[in-house]
Every structure is written in C-alpha cells, then in structure tokens.
C-alpha cells in the first residue's frame, strides 16, 4: 500500500521504529518528537535508508543516533540499514512536536518559543548574562527584555533571566526563575 505522500506501509512502520528512538542527549524525548527523523526510504527488499537532520552542524549526538536508529531497525529485521545526513531542509526548534515541548517541561527543561511566522529567525547580539550590564556583587539582577519571555519550567513564571548562553548542551541556555528562584535549561530557538 502507498500512501498519498508516496510513502509505503512499510516505510511507515519504520520510520515510526525509527523515531520511536530516545535522544541521546535528552532521553525523555524520542528522535521523531524532536524532529529530526525526516524519512525512511526502502532500497530493496532488506534494505532502508534513513533521512536524519541534526539539530545544528556538528552536534556530537548525531553518530550515536545514528547507531541507535540502526541497532532499532536490525532488531526489527532489517539487515541493511544506511542513515544518511541530511541538511535541507534545516532542523528548527519548531519541528519538536507539542508533545515533546510537554516532555521538556517535565523534564525541568524550558522548550523553545515558537515562532510567529516561517522565514529567517533574527540572531540578535544581546548580553552574555542579562539585559543589563550584568549584576555587581549584592546588586539584584536584572531581568530579562524579551519580549516573549522563557517561562520557568518547575513553577511557570516568566519572571526569568538569562545566565549563560550554553548550559549542559551547546542547543540549550542556563536560566534562572526569579519567582522560585530554580535554575533550569531552556532549549534554544533556532
């Protein structure tokens, strides 16, 4: 059977093996929740090749996921199995599904904010540390000028400020709630 996108039963069922796949870096995701596996290809009667888009140019997780979508399909019965990089169209923080910004919460992450509309996203160049000139010793830190604020994952507040542009992973931010006073990550929009 194909379907209407030309995509078979088949490559259906494996790419939702395929994306079935927890992130190597955030666990509590699958690939297909994060958006980064784009397709399954059948090339022959045991063999598949796999769309995968990194979130950024050189993330370090993509050969381990590459590994991990391949060990999924051989356990399936695939023999041969080809996962392919793919760059166009580019990764977005707004290819994570509802679902997965849900587990992001729940994993004390932020989600990235989506965007209002398709197109190029603005990189402003603003503070390493927060909107002002950074805090001086016992000054109360400054908040935030986005106009979209993060919210604060453990209690919702947008009251938050930025601390450092990379946290635990190159994609995400280290950020503090100045309600709950909590630190979190907060996955980047790109």
Not at 94 to 119: M, N, Q, S, V, Y
Not at 179 to 188: G, L, S, V, Y
């Amino acid at each position: 059977m194909v379907t209407a996108t030309g995509t078979t039963a088949l490559e259906a069922e494996l790419l939702g093996i395929a994306g079935s796949v927890p992130d190597p870096e955030l666990p509590a995701l699958t690939l297909r929740e994060l958006g980064v596996v784009r397709a399954v290809h059948l090339r022959g009667a045991d063999s598949v090749e796999v769309e995968l888009t990194p979130t950024y140019t050189g993330c370090p997780a993509l050969e381990t996921m590459s590994l991990d979508i391949e060990r999924a399909l051989h356990a399936h019965g695939v023999r041969e199995v080809e996962v392919r990089t793919v760059l166009v169209p580019a990764w977005s923080t707004d290819d994570i599904t509802d679902e997965g910004r849900r587990k992001l919460r729940e994993f004390g992450i932020a989600p990235p904010r989506t965007r209002a509309a398709a197109g190029p996203v603005p990189l402003p160049l603003g503070p390493t540390r927060t909107a002002g000139d950074g805090p001086q010793a016992g000054s109360v830190p400054h908040r935030s000028l986005d106009a979209d604020p993060v919210h604060c994952p453990h209690c919702g507040s947008p009251d938050t400020e930025l601390l450092s542009r990379f946290s635990s992973t190159a994609c995400k931010a280290l950020r503090r709630c100045l309600a709950c006073r909590e630190p979190f990550d907060h996955f980047k929009e790109l």
